[in-house]
C-alpha cells in the first residue's frame, strides 16, 4: 500500500466517523439590530451536563461580544421529555423571561451526548432569538470536534465552546 492510499484510506474513515454540524445565520436581520443585551436562560438536556454547560457558554461568549449577557435560571421544569433529550424549551415562555431582562435576542440551548461502547460525543444545540418578532436569527449543531474523548462530559464542553464561538460570531 501506498502512502497515498493510506492517506485516502484516513481521510474516507474519519469524514466517515464525522458528526454534521447545522450553522444557519440571518446576518441582516442580525446587523440590523442594536443588540445590547443577551438573555441565557440555563440550558437544558442531560442534567449532568446543564448548569456547567451554561456556565461555560457564557463565559466563553462574554468577552467576544459587546452586549451585555443575563443569565437566567431554568425556562421550564425537568420532565421525561427533557431528561430524554426532547426538543428546546417553548420560544414563547423564553422570549417573556428575556423581556423582563430587557434583552434584544435570547439565547436557547440544550446539551446531548452519546456513548456506545468506545463511542463517545457531546453535542451543543443553540437558536438565537429576535425577542420582539420571534424570528430565529441563528441555529447552530455542534458535536464536539475531538477525535479522541475520555468523557462524555469533556465531550459536551467542547461542543457547548464551539457553539459559543458560533453565536459570538454571529453576533458580532
Same mark, same amino acid.
Given at each position: 500500500?501506498?502512502?497515498?492510499?493510506?492517506?485516502?484510506?484516513?481521510?474516507?474513515? &474519519?469524514?466517515?466517523?464525522?458528526?454534521?454540524?447545522?450553522?444557519?445565520?440571518?446576518?441582516?436581520?442580525?446587523?440590523?439590530?442594536?443588540?445590547?443585551?443577551?438573555?441565557?436562560?440555563?440550558?437544558?438536556?442531560?442534567?449532568?451536563?446543564?448548569?456547567?454547560?451554561?456556565?461555560?457558554?457564557?463565559?466563553?461568549?462574554?468577552?467576544?461580544?459587546?452586549?451585555?449577557?443575563?443569565?437566567?435560571?431554568?425556562?421550564?421544569?425537568?420532565?421525561?421529555?427533557?431528561?430524554?433529550?426532547?426538543?428546546?424549551?417553548?420560544?414563547?415562555?423564553?422570549?417573556?423571561?428575556?423581556?423582563?431582562?430587557?434583552?434584544?435576542?435570547?439565547?436557547?440551548?440544550?446539551?446531548?451526548?452519546?456513548?456506545?461502547?468506545?463511542?463517545?460525543?457531546?453535542?451543543?444545540?443553540?437558536?438565537?432569538?429576535?425577542?420582539?418578532?420571534?424570528?430565529? &436569527?441563528?441555529?447552530?449543531?455542534?458535536?464536539?470536534?475531538?477525535?479522541?474523548?475520555?468523557?462524555?462530559?469533556?465531550?459536551?464542553?467542547?461542543?457547548?465552546?464551539?457553539?459559543?464561538?458560533?453565536?459570538?460570531?454571529?453576533?458580532?
Amino acid at each position: 500500500m501506498t502512502v497515498r492510499t493510506i492517506l485516502v484510506f484516513l481521510a474516507v474513515a &474519519l469524514a466517515g466517523c464525522a458528526n454534521p454540524s447545522v450553522v444557519r445565520v440571518d446576518s441582516s436581520a442580525i446587523g440590523s439590530m442594536h443588540i445590547t443585551r443577551v438573555y441565557v436562560p440555563r440550558f437544558e438536556g442531560n442534567p449532568e451536563f446543564v448548569e456547567e454547560s451554561t456556565d461555560m457558554f457564557i463565559a466563553e461568549l462574554e468577552p467576544r461580544i459587546h452586549a451585555k449577557i443575563s443569565q437566567g435560571s431554568a425556562i421550564r421544569q425537568e420532565s421525561a421529555d427533557i431528561l430524554a433529550g426532547g426538543n428546546l424549551a417553548p420560544t414563547d415562555a423564553a422570549i417573556a423571561q428575556a423581556k423582563r431582562a430587557g434583552a434584544q435576542v435570547v439565547v436557547l440551548g440544550k446539551v446531548t451526548s452519546y456513548r456506545s461502547g468506545a463511542t463517545l460525543n457531546g453535542f451543543s444545540t443553540v437558536r438565537v432569538i429576535d425577542v420582539d418578532s420571534g424570528n430565529v &436569527l441563528a441555529s447552530f449543531h455542534r458535536p464536539s470536534g475531538l477525535l479522541i474523548g475520555y468523557s462524555e462530559h469533556q465531550g459536551v464542553m467542547a461542543a457547548v465552546k464551539r457553539t459559543a464561538e458560533d453565536v459570538a460570531k454571529a453576533l458580532r
